[in-house]
């Protein structure tokens, strides 16, 4: 049952709202450090139910234009149930609510350490889809072990307008992927254009299609593949987020469906390292161990705080709660 403070329906956004920004591999997090809403006690997930169904209009404010972008992931501090946890958090971007998010744990806890609630060593974060492992090895490393990930279906057909039939995996890494491995535009810096182009053509056929993760869910992640090894990687990503951006970093979460896909197809080994570049280029270290029939992905990248400040909120801007499409 999801269940929010008494006082919900009386709630307003306030003048001032503290943040802390820092980019993982050049994709952003923004972490709302003071006056965000009551989002009661439940669990994580009956949290970010309460955040999608009573306070959206917070999301749209603080991570929208125009005091945000396209581009950007929200994350929301939380009291966690389980005493052991260092925090719960829940993640939110431009268009929706996230389940996980790899980039946004790293860039989190690199900012929890700044505020010096997070010392160098494992912690235990509560999310939406479970509880997840993080190792803070200096003020800027960040290792992950995600929530368990799986591959649902291989090689799935979809008859995508203007480019015929592309096939891929459909994959659950903490959100909900298809991955096409042999991308029929190249997967590199100078043709992000076309690939936005593609992604999204696929991800609207996808739809259209009835292809769907487990128990009906939208799969809202697109992403390609393309060589890595001029830059010392085993690839090179192009993500489609479910706002419609594309992703800077390599994608944890996308990274971690890729491991359960090589690890089911037998292409990389427990503890194999995979070395993930993303479209411009920046890296996560990847390796993973089984558990049952699904793998748990372990992810490593660095994260830099980009600023520190005050989103003001004044009571008569007709766009104080962001812009929305």
């Avoid at 799986?150 to 203007?162: A, F, G, I």
């Avoid at 090179?236 to 469906?257: E, F, I, K, Q, W």
């Amino acid at each position: 049952m999801i269940s929010a403070s008494p006082n919900v329906r009386e709630w307003n956004i306030p003048d001032r709202v503290e943040v802390i920004d820092s980019h993982t591999g050049g994709e952003p997090t923004r972490v709302i450090v003071s006056g965000q809403p009551p989002l009661g006690s439940g669990t994580m997930l009956e949290r970010r139910e309460v955040f999608r169904h009573q306070f959206d209009h917070f999301r749209a404010s603080v991570i929208n234009e125009p005091r945000g972008s396209d581009v950007w992931v929200g994350a929301i501090l939380e009291t966690p149930l389980d005493p052991r946890c260092l925090t719960g958090v829940i993640f939110f971007n431009n268009a929706s609510y996230l389940g996980m998010c790899g980039h946004g744990t790293i860039g989190l806890l690199v900012t929890l350490h700044a505020m010096g609630r997070a010392a160098v060593g494992t912690h235990l974060l509560e999310t939406p889809v479970g509880t997840i492992t993080v190792t803070l090895h200096d003020p800027n490393t960040v290792s992950l072990a995600n929530v368990p990930s799986y591959r649902l279906h291989k090689q799935v057909s979809v008859s995508v307008p203007e480019y015929g039939m592309i096939s891929g995996d459909v994959a659950f890494g903490g959100n909900w992927f298809f991955l096409v491995e042999r991308s029929p535009e190249p997967v590199v810096p100078n043709n992000i254009e076309r690939l936005d182009r593609l992604t999204k053509a696929i991800r609207v056929a996808l739809w259209e299609a009835g292809i769907r993760g487990a128990d009906g869910v939208e799969i809202d992640h697109v992403e390609l593949f393309g060589p890595g090894d001029d830059i010392g990687a085993d690839s090179r990503n192009y993500v489609l987020c479910p706002g419609g951006a594309y992703d800077r970093s390599p994608c944890g979460t996308g990274t971690s469906a890729k491991l359960a896909c090589l690890a089911s197809d037998g292409k990389l080994q427990p503890g194999q390292i995979w070395r993930q570049a993303s479209i411009i280029g920046s890296q996560f270290e990847a390796s993973f161990q089984w558990q049952g029939d699904r793998v748990i992905p372990h992810i490593t990248g660095t994260a830099f705080i980009t600023g520190e400040s005050v989103l003001r909120f004044q009571s008569n801007d007709p766009l104080r709660e962001g812009i929305r499409s």
